[in-house]
Structures are given as C-alpha cells and as structure tokens.
C-alpha cells in the first residue's frame, strides 16, 4: 500500500467511483512543474508537428486544449521528469486497484487558457454497464488527473442517479446513448452529480464507466492519465516513472505524424479558420451564436426523452457567464 492512500480513499472510490489524493509534493517541485508545462504548451502551440488538440480556437489567442504524448523527450520537459519521479503514480494505482502492474495507455497534458469550458457527458467505455453499481475497484480501467493548477467544475454522477440506480435519470440504454450522442453541453439536476474541486498537488483518481463531464472556470494545467493492468509484463517503462507505457508514451517513441493520425487517432489539430475565430469568440462574450443551434437541437425526438428524465441544454455553457 502507498502510505498516501487511505481506508477512506478506498471506500470513497469503490462506492462513488472518486476519490482526490494528497500527493504530498514539495511546493517547489510542483512550482517548477508548472513552468514546465507551459514550455510544453508553448512549444505545441508553435510547432505544427507536435500533437495536439484544439476544441474552441479564438480571435485573438491560439485556445490549445490538450498537448498529446506529454512524456515523449520532443515535448517533455525536465521539470516534468524530475515531478514524476516523486509523485509515483504508478503506487497509487496499484493500491486503489489492487493490481500488480499497472500501464499508462492513455496520457494528455488538458492546458486550456484563461476560458470558462464544458465538454459533454460521456463514459470512457461502456461495455460493463450492467455491472455499473459494483464496487469501482472491480473495473479494468481507471482514470488518473493531477492537478498543477486547482481544478474547479469537473462532474460526475451520482451512482444512485446512474444507469438502474435507485433514482436513476438514465433509466434504459437509449438515455444513455441519447446522452452521449447529444452534441452540446447538458445539465442534469443539480442533486444528481458530484462536483470537483481539486486543490494543487492533488491526484484525482475516478471510474471511467461512470459518466461525467469535463469542466472549468479558468487557466487549467492538469496531466489525464488512462491506466489498465497488464497481466504479462511486455511493456516499457519510462526512467522517470513507476508505471509501464505502451509504446507511443515511451519517452524514445519517434513522432511519426502520419502513423499517429491514421493508425493510433492521435490529433494534430490545427487552427480554425479566422471566420470560426471570431464567430467563437463573439460568442464567448455575447452567446449569440448558439441561439439557433439550441432551437435546432430542443426540437430533436432525443432531446424531449432527456428532458422527461430531468436533463436540460446547457445555454450558457462554454461562455464568460457559464455558472
């Protein structure tokens, strides 16, 4: 057991599928890592052949959401190394999911600007549904954010508001794919969900099969970790950490742009144009925009299911006055 997990961590993830953890880091080592990964985002957002993703480009500033393969040594940046090599994530892991050796097969570094931001409902994977209300400590996956700046806004449901919950609002499987297949932002009733509020330093470790939502009121820096056990030993491991890779998180892994795109789904988002530009950013400020989309989507036959099970639009998502 890693002496930073606790009974009640354990018992908080099992039950409702979260949990935050102390990493109890040196502040200078996390001040440090912070400035390491704005090197990284800078460095992505200048050079067009570093992998990255762009959700909501503005005006007047490159918006980078999210710098992919974060450990490879072409966008890694030393401070980072010298922060993994204390944090030992790959403890935490092992001994929230009891699992003897746990592998990183999914990593991005979330590094939005100063931008109010809400992504849609989604699960990670969904082919244990029924088996939603187990213990979370039974999945073969787990999520891992830590957090380099506080973390206000992320979301996940409540399990007894889940699928078959005692007071479920997602009560059959067409809910939930009408859920994850609606393209903007929605508001469930308040009661229903978790909301997070990650200090500095702090790991959040949750259940994928959950369904939950990203988002948040400001500047983020935060590393999102995917993590499943391997039960033959064939992968690698980077020096600086405690937990194996698959080969394109490998530190040495060549960045084969057109092999990452085609064979491995990993972005190069470039800009948008500049009319998409300034159309996000006026309504960032106004909400103009999303009027007639908005109108569009309330007359669709899913939405009038989700809205008998207490899911709304959320209107004032991903601008300055998102609450």
Not at 74 to 99: D, L, P
Not at 113 to 124: E, F, I, L, M, P
Not at 135 to 151: A, E, T
Request: overall charge positive; proline content about 3%.
């Amino acid at each position: 057991m890693d002496s930073r997990v606790t009974d009640k961590n354990i018992f908080e993830f099992n039950k409702r599928g979260w949990t935050v953890i102390d990493l109890n880091l040196d502040d200078e080592l996390i001040k440090n890592a912070l400035k390491g990964v704005r090197k990284m985002k800078s460095i992505a957002t200048k050079e067009k052949n570093k992998p990255r993703r762009i959700y909501y480009d503005h005006f007047f500033r490159n918006n980078i959401a999210a710098v992919e393969l974060p450990f490879n040594k072409g966008i890694c940046h030393s401070s980072i190394k010298e922060f993994f090599i204390e944090a030992k994530i790959g403890g935490i892991v092992k001994s929230i999911m009891n699992w003897e050796n746990p592998c990183c097969d999914l990593a991005r570094l979330f590094c939005m600007g100063n931008y109010k931001y809400r992504g849609c409902w989604h699960r990670d994977y969904n082919s244990d549904l029924e088996k939603i209300h187990l213990d979370s400590n039974l999945r073969k996956i787990v999520l891992v954010g830590i957090n380099l700046l506080p973390q206000k806004g992320f979301r996940i449901l409540k399990k007894e508001y889940e699928f078959n919950g005692i007071n479920s609002i997602i009560p059959n499987m067409d809910i939930d794919k009408a859920i994850r297949s609606f393209n903007f932002p929605l508001d469930p009733p308040e009661k229903t969900y978790y909301k997070m509020n990650a200090k500095i330093g702090t790991a959040l470790i949750f259940d994928p099969l959950i369904i939950h939502q990203g988002s948040n009121y400001s500047e983020r820096f935060d590393f999102h970790m995917k993590f499943c056990n391997l039960e033959n030993v064939n992968r690698k491991k980077n020096k600086f950490q405690d937990f194996y890779v698959i080969d394109i998180l490998h530190e040495n892994y060549k960045l084969d742009l057109d092999f990452l795109i085609d064979k491995c789904n990993i972005p190069f988002h470039q800009r948008s144009n500049l009319i998409n530009r300034f159309a996000n950013s006026v309504d960032y400020f106004t909400s103009l925009r999303r009027i007639l989309k908005i109108f569009t989507l309330k007359r669709k036959h899913s939405y009038n299911l989700l809205k008998d099970e207490g899911w709304k639009v959320d209107f004032l998502s991903n601008t300055i006055f998102q609450d």
